[in-house]
């Protein structure tokens, strides 16, 4: 799974078939795309503002990056991280790491967020704060994102459609539509509808394990 999203990423070549983005097949690193990690990977030597800047720094340089401060401030307001800019990373709880990292994802305004976990390390009360952060953020700026967890409850939390994959080989089990309605909180996970998502989706893993055991 992880896999995949290097793939779509352009940062690992697909062995077999046809990656595209935008209707365009992928040859390199699409510029449209950006990437988040299950850590934050922020760098030690640079403030939580210079740690954002970085893509921008990367791709245009430091002239870019000194420019691109107003939009950093409007990032850090987003998330909630207003007067922690100057702060080094290890002056932050690692919810707030993750906050910024997700900043640092959007500083280039990709049209395409790429998620590899990114709240797995967290505390469940945490995890559940930055789903729902994830959701108004991609709901607000009308991003498309592509979300791998090992989560089932979580998938249907945030996805509009689940698409679930088998461990080795890796290949698609199968594919769930979640319906809930947009808005979503916490107390829709004792509703009987996401509940029969839950079901749906842990019946497709199950399927796709015994078809692996058998196979």
Not at 70 to 82: P, S
Not at 139 to 160: C, K, M
Request: hydrophobic share 45%.
């Amino acid at each position: 799974k992880s896999t995949l999203l290097n793939i779509i990423a352009g940062l690992l070549p697909a062995t077999s078939g046809l990656v595209e983005v935008g209707g365009q097949p992928v040859t390199g690193i699409p510029q449209q795309i950006g990437m988040m990690f299950q850590k934050a990977t922020l760098l030690p030597w640079r403030t939580i503002r210079e740690n954002i800047a970085l893509p921008v720094q990367i791709a245009q340089g430091r002239k870019a990056a000194r420019a691109a401060q107003a939009r950093v401030d409007d990032l850090l307001d987003l998330v909630g991280l207003r007067g922690f800019g100057d702060q080094w990373p290890n002056e932050l709880s690692g919810g707030m790491q993750q906050r910024a990292a997700i900043c640092r994802m959007l500083v280039t305004n990709p049209e395409i967020l790429l998620l590899d976990e990114p709240f797995g390390a967290l505390d469940e009360f945490t995890r559940e704060h930055m789903n729902m952060q994830m959701l108004d953020l991609t709901h607000r700026l009308g991003r498309t994102a592509v979300l791998v967890t090992h989560s089932i409850a979580e998938a249907v939390f945030l996805a509009d459609r689940i698409v679930v994959m088998s461990a080795r080989p890796g290949r698609v089990a199968g594919v769930v539509d979640v319906k809930l309605p947009r808005g979503r909180t916490p107390a829709i996970t004792t509703s009987p509808e996401f509940q029969s998502y839950v079901e749906q989706a842990r019946q497709v893993l199950q399927d796709g394990h015994s078809a692996e055991m058998t196979g």
